[in-house]
Nanobody
Framework: VQLQASGGGLVQPGGSLRLSCAAS????????MGWYRQAPGKQRELVAT???????NYADSVKGRFTISRDNVKNTVYLQMNSLKPEDTAVYYC????????????WGQGTQVTVSS
């Protein structure tokens, strides 16, 4: 199983970035896909998730600014991040979780997002 995240980088406050995570080795359409982030000295936290049916869930801190979506043909999940703030700076990780098997989950390698002027 591979989850290949990309799209991170350096952006000014108020700017936008789009993260992508391409999955292989799983039946992508079944899995709940998610984005998590970890800032220096902090625990990893949920950013957003999307179920196989397209239901989404967001952390309060990103609601209205971030949008998660998925393409079940390309086996890819996206995170569109707008109105970025310095506190969004973190390593962003892609996650795939089977909806019925708690032990069946995978992490990508992470992509750095830095919001700074």
């Amino acid at each position: 199983v591979q989850l290949q995240a990309s799209g991170g980088g350096l952006v000014q406050p108020g700017g936008s970035l789009r993260l992508s995570c391409a999955a292989s080795g799983i039946i992508f359409s079944i899995y709940t896909m998610g984005w998590y982030r970890q800032a220096p000295g902090k625990q990893r936290e949920l950013v957003a998730t999307i179920t196989r049916g397209g239901s989404t869930n967001y952390a309060d801190s990103v609601k209205g600014r971030f949008t998660i979506s998925r393409d079940n043909v390309k086996n890819t999940v996206y995170l569109q991040m707008n109105s970025l703030k310095p506190e969004d700076t973190a390593v962003y990780y892609c996650n795939a979780r089977h909806p019925l098997r708690d032990f069946d989950y995978y992490w990508g390698q992470g992509t750095q997002v830095t919001v700074s002027s």
